[in-house]
């Protein structure tokens, strides 16, 4: 079902780097949106694959998927806020070049967020391995995420699943780090808005890389710090507590619902 607003556009983020395995079935999932009021901003990292060449087939016949090439290779946040520098939409989502989305994703979740006068949402999301292989495991956000719970459950959300109101928080840069930004960014939107919404509802896939930027966690260590320290302005103590709590859930799955789905 379209949602209530049906014109509303939505401008879809997909920062890319060497990901031409993956990102023409991250494309079509987007094509095969049961909401078809959409752009799809891809930014290029300047790929050395052949990226370029899997998307001109989709740049070829797709007049609202846009295509541009960094001038240098400079992060998934410099990426990001290029694509969003070219937004046109009421709405804003991300998806990244090696994940899916499910075809009703934009639909239901356009439809929350337009029936709750939510601002800013996100959905669950189920994992499937680098080749595809569904893991027969979903993660499902609260139903509400203010900063505090956001910084305490260490980005209970997938950058897959947000959506933003661009209309009321208005447009929005990526904070310059190189990893975690996508967390940066949400602490960044919740200075504005008081809480991310959360759905219930598992409406993308997330593939588990092991070559991916934050696939080792102990080298996310000095990024918590300084996003926590520096960019969010936290006391040492605070920053300490915040990388303890991320610590405590990456080990041990605390604070993040799972849920099994069948395969």
């Known amino acids: 079902m379209e949602p209530t607003t049906s014109k509303s556009l939505v401008s879809i983020i997909m920062p890319t780097y060497n990901c031409a395995k993956f990102i023409a079935q991250s494309v079509k999932s987007v094509l095969s949106q049961t909401y078809t009021h959409w752009e799809l901003i891809l930014v290029d990292d300047c790929s050395t694959d052949n990226t370029k060449a899997v998307l001109a087939p989709y740049l070829a016949k797709y007049p609202n998927i846009h295509y541009s090439c960094l001038e240098k290779n400079s992060g998934p946040a410099i990426a990001r806020s290029a694509a969003l520098k070219q937004v046109k939409g009421d709405y804003v989502a991300f998806l990244d070049s090696d994940d899916l989305w499910h075809p009703e994703k934009l639909s239901k979740q356009l439809a929350f967020m337009q029936e709750t006068g939510a601002v800013f949402s996100c959905t669950g999301y189920e994992l499937m391995t680098e ?79 092991t070559q991916s930027v934050s696939s080792n966690k102990l080298k996310l260590l000095p990024y918590h710090w300084h996003l926590y320290h520096h960019i969010e302005k936290l006391g040492a103590l605070k920053s300490t507590w915040y990388i303890l709590c991320w610590a405590w859930i990456k080990g041990t799955g605390t604070g993040i619902k799972r849920v099994n789905i069948n395969a």
Do not use: E
């Not at 930004?181 to 219930?200: E, R, S």
């Open 131 to 209: 080749d595809g292989n569904c893991k027969g495991t979903a993660l499902i956000p609260p139903a509400k995420t203010d900063y505090k719970k956001m910084l305490r459950l260490s980005c209970p959300i997938g950058n897959l699943t947000v959506m933003y109101d661009r209309k009321v928080l208005g447009n929005q840069q990526v904070p310059s780090i190189k990893k975690r930004n996508d967390f940066a960014l949400w602490l960044q939107i919740l200075h504005k808005t008081p809480v991310c919404y959360g759905m219930p509802d598992v409406l993308a896939t997330y593939r588990i890389r």
